[in-house]
């Protein structure tokens, strides 16, 4: 499927879909396919990240993510670029899922670091060069290296991070939830005095004005699959250094903040789930144990902050 098509960039909005389920908790293709059109069809955005955090990848087999990357092709076409995200502990399956990719038309991969990592993974940089040699062996796409949060132990070390960016010039850009806004600001500054300078997405959804004004090369997240065109709106007037603008973009954003990222955060994709309910946009909302639904009276919180928010059922567009 391989065709000739522009050379990804990694800037802009960037989000990244969910994955609906049916009440048996089977993988439902048809409503995929209409969050694919969904968010597709947005002004603005430069590309669409699937098979990610907020696909609940840890939940899904390799058959059902290559299906997604399948389905994703499908409805999107060469429209607007496919990034696939590479989450595995396993380096060799791994170099299966960015071959697979590239083979059906991918434009990018967002690579996970392995979960075992935890353990002191940070202490064997060799064991992430090994990870990623793999991948870069049976890929050419453009990586997009995912830095996690410092408080997961999984994080690239800030001389890790720039040495993996000199030894795979395929790595085109990091999706940065470091979690700490100092070692941010300096990864942007680093990154970009590189002799190969590699972008910013910032991942940084609960404080995302502040994160982009230091210089992000855009944003990568998960709360894009329901409100990307205010994170395209946002960016637009950052980039366009409109602070007044952006200052009340922001307001309108904060109370989903608040809506999807509260404690505990690993529910974060669950409730964008019924938000999608609340504003039509999805018919159900379920999600794979150990996740769970949430309970009514935060669908009620959530579906009290999209109205704040302006935000109610049948909403599409910044107004």
Not at 21 to 31: P, Q, T
Not at 172 to 199: S, T, Y
Not at 235 to 244: C, E, P, S, T, Y
Request: hydrophobic letters at 45%; charged letters at 20%.
């Amino acid at each position: 499927m391989m065709s000739e098509k522009k050379l990804f960039v990694a800037q802009g909005v960037i989000p990244a879909c969910l994955m609906p389920f049916s009440a048996d908790l089977a993988v439902d293709e048809a409503a995929y396919r209409q969050h694919l059109g969904d968010v597709g069809s947005v002004e603005g955005i430069s590309g669409i990240t699937i098979n990610g955090h907020a696909a609940e990848v840890h939940a899904l087999t390799i058959e059902e993510q290559f299906r997604a990357i399948v389905v994703t092709k499908d409805v999107l076409q060469d429209r607007v670029p496919t990034i696939v995200g590479v989450y595995t502990n396993s380096s060799l399956e791994a170099a299966r899922i960015a071959a697979y990719a590239e083979r059906e038309g991918a434009d990018a991969l967002l690579v996970f670091p392995p979960d075992f990592m935890t353990l002191g993974g940070h202490l064997r940089p060799e064991m992430i060069y090994e990870h990623l040699l793999r991948i870069t062996g049976s890929s050419r796409l453009p990586i997009i290296l995912f830095q996690y949060p410092l408080a997961s132990n999984l994080a690239y070390p800030l001389a890790t991070l720039l040495e993996l960016c000199r030894r795979f010039p395929s790595i085109v850009a990091i999706k940065d939830q470091c979690g700490d806004g100092n070692l941010h600001e300096r990864q942007i500054r680093e990154l970009k005095a590189l002799d190969r300078p590699v972008n910013t997405l910032t991942t940084h959804s609960a404080w995302l004005l502040g994160s982009l004004a230091l210089g992000c090369d855009g944003l990568l997240s998960g709360a894009g699959s329901v409100i990307a065109d205010l994170q395209v709106a946002l960016f637009r007037a950052v980039q366009a250094n409109d602070l007044k603008t952006a200052r009340a973009i922001n307001d309108r954003i904060y109370p989903t903040v608040r809506a999807f990222y509260d404690a505990p955060l690993l529910d974060m994709h669950n409730r964008m789930k019924e938000a999608l309910v609340i504003l039509g946009r999805l018919d159900e909302a379920h999600v794979r144990p150990p996740l769970m639904k949430p309970g009514v009276a935060e669908i009620e919180k959530i579906r009290g902050l999209l109205a704040e928010a302006g935000l109610g059922a049948g909403y599409r567009k910044v107004a």
